[in-house]
């Protein structure tokens, strides 16, 4: 089946201990995101990566990294975590990236 | 001011009506348009995807773009139950960054 799988579904962390959540697809994409959704506030980009080794700032990079290695992973790594990043993040790919997205189920983290 | 601005709803419809989502935007350099649906704790899920202006339509979903108007429309007919979720519009200039409206959800009555 193709899809975007994201781990962990939950996390929830203390400030400043450093967590990744991770991203997979299995369709050969080369387009690859990640989005954090907050109430009132919508779907915001964070990175983005065009394909292997490319990576790009969206709206909302502080306090993020991400790494593109392989074509089918992208990680999203919080070094120092902290409460304003408790938020519902989702994983996101495309062909290309001018077409939709295929998105993940989500990854609800809480920062205390 | 916001690059996208969705009606916010929420929106409550009896079974078989038409329900019309719509999202006005300002940048220009849009030509890419897309509706996902979300459902409560899933993904979005991409409905429809439409370059620059004009109308697709497919079943019972039809997609309106008018690049004059800076304003897109997704048309629902014959609604369900299961049609009930949350919509989102979305839009980007090229490959790289799409901009999300904040989402109308929508409850369909049996």
Not at chain 1, 20 to 26: A, D, G, K, R
Not at chain 1, 55 to 75: A, I, L
Not at chain 1, 85 to 110: E, I, N, P, V
């Amino acid at each position: 089946e193709a899809q975007v799988t994201q781990n962990p579904r939950y996390l929830i962390t203390v400030t400043g201990k450093k967590l990744t959540v991770t991203c997979s697809q299995n369709m050969n994409h080369e387009y690859m995101s990640w989005y954090r959704q907050d109430p009132g506030l919508g779907l915001r980009q964070i990175y983005y990566s065009m394909n292997v080794e490319v990576t790009d700032k969206g709206d909302v990079p502080e306090g993020y990294k991400v790494s593109r290695k392989e074509k089918r992973n992208f990680p999203l790594i919080l070094e120092s975590p902290s409460p304003n990043q408790t938020s519902l993040y989702f994983c996101a790919s495309s062909l290309t990236g001018y077409y939709g997205y295929t998105f993940g189920s989500g990854t609800r983290l809480t920062v205390v | 001011q916001k690059e996208v601005e969705q009606d916010p709803g929420p929106l409550s419809v009896p079974e078989g009506a038409i329900v019309s989502l719509n999202c006005t935007y300002s940048n220009s350099a849009f030509q890419y348009f897309m509706w996902y649906r979300q459902y409560s704790r899933k993904g979005p899920e991409l409905l429809m995807y439409t370059y620059s202006s004009g109308n697709k339509e497919d079943g019972r979903f039809t997609a309106q773009v008018d690049k004059s108007s800076k304003y897109i429309s997704l048309f629902i007919r014959d609604s369900q139950p299961s049609d009930s979720a949350t919509y989102l519009c979305a839009m980007k200039a090229g490959a790289g960054k799409s901009t999300f409206g904040d989402g109308t959800t929508l409850t369909v009555k049996p």
